[in-house]
């Protein structure tokens, strides 16, 4: 159940399609049991539908089909496939965080600001790269599914601020050179990480997605930390031994 598919669409676009559904009955799963299995079911095979083919091409029979639930099961969980589909989302996106988040407290305590800045960016792609489908699925798909996707994304850009405006105040505090920002400085980094992640996403190349790694912290760093935008953040090599980065950061 974890073979090649699996691995090429990602976790979070597992699908059970010509599996046997869930156990049911007196020698089967408790009923909350069943209920988040139903649920976790679902999640992955909206995903794994939206991703393929599309948000307004989906129905909510071909999710009910990927997850190997009824529709009763279905409807007793959301009211409809944007419902679906946009809690799928809200999970992932939630899974990304964290493994964003994790990266930077994984840093050693004397670990540079710039070093902290570069594992979260990398633990970000690396989880984008690891997902395509998700990632299909969350940058390109969201905006169909109307107003409330359109929110979603915009809650997924003040999270990125968020967590950005933590890490410069704390970066401020052994760099009191680098400069004061307000919140919109913040929310634009966001938005154009975004715009980049979006359109390596379009060309499904999973390298041309982690290959943004030097792009976006020479961006964060110019913005930030007043660095040209040619130069080297500090400690990459501690970061994770990447390579030097080049005077052409240019989008490729």
């Not at 944007?82 to 799928?88: I, K, R, S, T």
């Not at 760093?221 to 080049?246: E, F, K, S, T």
Request: aromatic share 6%; proline share 6%; glycine share 10%.
């Amino acid at each position: 159940m974890g073979g090649p598919a699996v691995r090429q669409e990602g976790v979070l676009a597992r699908t059970h399609e010509g599996e046997p559904g869930l156990p049911r009955g007196r020698s089967g799963l408790p009923l909350n049991a069943v209920r988040g299995a139903q649920r976790e079911r679902l999640l992955g095979a909206a995903i794994a539908a939206v991703g393929r083919t599309g948000f307004g091409n989906v129905t909510v029979a071909d999710i009910v089909r990927g997850a190997r639930v009824s529709r009763a099961a279905f409807y007793a969980h959301f009211t409809d496939k944007e419902d679906c589909f946009l809690a799928a989302t809200r999970a992932g996106g939630m899974l990304m965080t964290d493994r964003v988040v994790a990266a930077s407290r994984r840093q050693p305590p004397d670990a540079s600001a710039e070093a902290t800045l570069q594992a979260s960016i990398a633990a970000y792609l690396g989880f984008l790269a690891e997902e395509p489908t998700f990632a299909r699925a969350f940058y390109i798909e969201m905006p169909a599914a109307g107003p409330r996707g359109v929110r979603q994304l915009e809650a997924g850009l003040h999270a990125f601020a968020r967590l950005n405006r933590a890490w410069h105040r704390r970066a401020r505090r052994d760099h009191p050179d680098w400069p004061a920002v307000p919140y919109q400085a913040y929310y634009a980094l966001g938005g154009a990480t975004t715009e980049l992640v979006r359109a390596e996403v379009r060309t499904g190349t999973t390298d041309a997605i982690t290959g943004l790694e030097d792009t976006l912290v020479a961006l964060h760093l110019a913005v930030l930390a007043a660095r040209p935008w040619n130069g080297q953040p500090a400690d990459a090599n501690q970061a994770g031994g990447h390579r030097p980065m080049n005077a052409d950061l240019g989008h490729t």
